[in-house]
């Protein structure tokens, strides 16, 4: 059996990058049971409610949904159960010590295989206010009107 290489994704949470602003990112394992490995392998998981809370220094994943393998007998996982995360000791503290600022929180923002290893993008991230998120969504309007003008500019000189 050849061994994977690369980055499978199995999920991303868009909504963590509209409603927080992201300070700095980590990448973090999984502690799995192997019905959740299976389940993750076939695709299926959910980071939209999931957060990471720093507790007795260990890091703990809640609320991501990984649901239930469908081939699972009696010993299948529970969908929302909280799984550890894998990170060093110096992650950990620095984590603690920024997520202690009012506003900041730890948002989980991608799961995926990385060399057959389940791992989870976290992110230090901060609270946006309304008028943060209107602002982001017309700069990122802007941008993309700029590109469409240069674009069309350029193929109305490889025309001519």
Known sequence: MAKEKGRKLIAQNKKARHDYLIIDTYEAGLVLTGTEVK????????????????DGKEAWLHNVHV???SQGTWT??????????????????????KSGDTGHTIVPLALYFKDGRAKVEIALAKGKKEYDKRQTLREK?????????????????RGA
């Open 67 to 69: 649901p239930e393998y």
């Open 39 to 54: 389940s993750l392998r076939q695709g299926r998981a959910s980071l939209v409610d999931g957060f990471v809370q720093l």
């Open 76 to 97: 299948n996982h529970s969908a929302r159960r909280k799984r550890k995360l894998l990170l060093h000791r110096a992650e950990i503290d620095k984590l603690e010590s």
């Open 141 to 157: 309007q802007d941008r993309r009107e700029t590109d469409r003008a240069i674009a069309a500019v350029r193929r109305k000189q």
